[in-house]
Every structure is written in C-alpha cells, then in structure tokens.
T-cell receptor
Framework: QQQVKQSPQSLIVQKGGISIINCAYE??????FPWYQQFPGKGPALLIA?????SEKKEGRFTISFNKSAKQFSLHIMDSQPGDSATYFC????????????FGQGTRLTINP | DAGVIQSPRHEVTEMGQEVTLRCKPI?????LFWYRQTMMRGLELLIY????????DSGMPEDRFSAKMPNASFSTLKIQPSEPRDSAVYFC??????????????FGPGTRLTVL
C-alpha cells in the first residue's frame, strides 16, 4: 500500500512535443506529491509539487495533474527541450510521515532535437 | 550555500571490508535522510534523523548497516562487512523542519559504491 507506481520506464519525445509521465498510488493518506528531476551524476532535485486540494498546478512548462478519485497524478512537460532529458521521479508522503517520501521507479526521458 | 556535501564521491572496495560514507547537510537544516538508489529497487529511504535523533530506520536493510549523526553538521552511514549486493549510489538529503510541503528535501551528489 506504500507503493507509488510510475510509468513509463522510459520515454522518447521530439523537441517541442509534450512529455507525459504517470503515477498511481494506493495509500489514501498520501497528501503531498512532489516530482523530482535527476540528471546523470547528480542527486534528485525538486521540480514541482502538489497537494490534493487542487487538481492542477503549473510552473512554467511543467504541469502536475491530480485525480484524487482515481489516485493518480501525472507530470506534463510542454514544449519539451533537449535540456529536459533526465530521469523523473514521482513521490508521495502523508502528513504523519511527512519526512518519509515514497518514490516511484523513475522515468528516463529523452528529448530528441 | 554549498548544498549537501557527500564524500567520497566514488568508493570501490572488496567484499568484507568496512565502508563509511559521509554527509554534511545544509546549514540550518535539522532533518537528514540517507537513501540508496539501484536500478532494480529505485530510490529507497534507509533512515532519517530529526535534530540528530534517528526517527525511522525501518529501511535499513540489515544489521550490517548503521548510521550516526553525532552533531547537526555531520552524519555517517557505515556498512560492515560490505557485500557485492550493497553496490549502489547512496544519497544524503537534508531539509528544514519535518519535510513535506514547504520543507523540500535537498539531495547531495551521491556516493557511488562498488563492492567487488
């Protein structure tokens, strides 16, 4: 029940296209859903995060869509650029275990120029 | 700020040897996390500390692993004896407060451990 399932494992998108990564969870107590971006040889870095009281959050070209009833959330990258090529992780935590992030397996995104 | 500092960046050792990984969190952060990243298991939380006290070590794989945080600016993760299956990238992260919304976890660059 603590798992966060992420798909796809890898994704190739043409420059200018839309990249979409999906995550699903089981634990209804989860109430914080961050996305992390990791470049090769670096640690993950927070990209954008959402709470379940909103269905969408947008920051620049990055948007999180959240569907509480389906227990799913997704990351959309608009106008994808080669510099967006990285591994993306979704994660979740609940208020009680706020420090304890449960991560998805990661998606390796490649943007072709 | 220098960010989270980890050392060494790479470690190659032989099975049975003791390995010590080091972490300096961001100044002013009072929560510290140790993660392990592998292709098979992804990113796993091993242990986290709040105000230098271990709060949850349920992710520590077995007794061969131990972690300490003697003060607010230093933590170690020790593996003794090391085994080939411990080969992974180990990340340290820190945050203000109790993590979660508004208390982002900042990750270090990681230590790539190879046990032969």
């Amino acid at each position: 029940q603590q798992q966060v399932k992420q798909s796809p494992q890898s994704l190739i998108v043409q420059k200018g296209g839309i990249s979409i990564i999906n995550c699903a969870y089981e634990n209804t107590a989860f109430d914080y859903f961050p996305w992390y971006q990791q470049f090769p040889g670096k640690g993950p870095a927070l990209l954008i995060a959402i709470r379940p009281d909103v269905s969408e959050k947008k920051e620049g070209r990055f948007t999180i869509s959240f569907n509480k009833s389906a227990k799913q959330f997704s990351l959309h990258i608009m106008d994808s650029q080669p510099g967006d090529s990285a591994t993306y992780f979704c994660a979740a935590s609940d208020e009680e275990g706020a420090q304890k992030l449960v991560f998805g397996q990661g998606t390796r995104l490649t943007i072709n120029p | 700020d220098a960010g989270v500092i980890q050392s060494p960046r790479h470690e190659v050792t032989e099975m049975g040897q003791e390995v010590t990984l080091r972490c300096k969190p961001i100044s002013g952060h009072n929560s510290l996390f140790w993660y392990r990243q592998t292709m098979m298991r992804g990113l796993e939380l091993l242990i986290y500390f709040n105000n230098n006290v271990p709060i949850d070590d349920s992710g520590m794989p077995e007794d061969r692993f131990s972690a300490k945080m003697p003060n607010a600016s230093f933590s170690t993760l020790k593996i003794q004896p090391s085994e080939p299956r411990d080969s992974a990238v180990y990340f340290c992260a820190s945050s203000r407060g109790h993590g979660g919304p508004g208390n982002e976890q900042f990750f270090g660059p990681g230590t790539r451990l190879t046990v032969l």
